[in-house]
């Protein structure tokens, strides 16, 4: 499994994406309002933010075993807007990885065999409709 690490308050985090982390986010998305699929491809650059955080706090899982996900939920909360580019970008680097190498460069950032830009080469945000907040 490969890792996508950022730092949040000083720590470092790694992010992951395994089967059981992807499962765990799709359900609580879809109990939250979203409406997901994994196995139809989830357009991860294009969620919501409450649905960022919860995909977010089940990347921790696999390298944070001892944070639970309502402490990863809560420390995603805690961040001001100027960390809510590492936590869009950590989550979405993470979920192409777990597509594996060849799957990210066929379907994009995404995964899902949309046309959205990777990571690399957004510019500002990378999370949906967010605001580039960059000063100009």
Known sequence: MEFTEIELEGKKYRLAFDLGAMARAEALANKAGADL???????????KLEAMIIFFACSLQAAQPELSYEDAGALAK???MKSLGA????TLSAWVKS?????????????T?????????????TC???PDTTPS
Request: net charge negative; proline share 2%.
């Open 113 to 125: 065999g949309t046309s959205s830009p990777s990571a690399e080469s957004s510019t500002g945000s």
């Open 128 to 130: 949906g409709a967010l």
């Open 99 to 111: 597509m594996g190498t060849e799957d990210a460069e066929k379907n994009g950032a995404t995964g």
């Open 87 to 90: 936590i869009c970008e950590g």
């Open 78 to 80: 805690r961040q001001k």
């Open 37 to 47: 699929s994994v196995l139809r491809g989830v357009d991860i650059g294009s969620l």
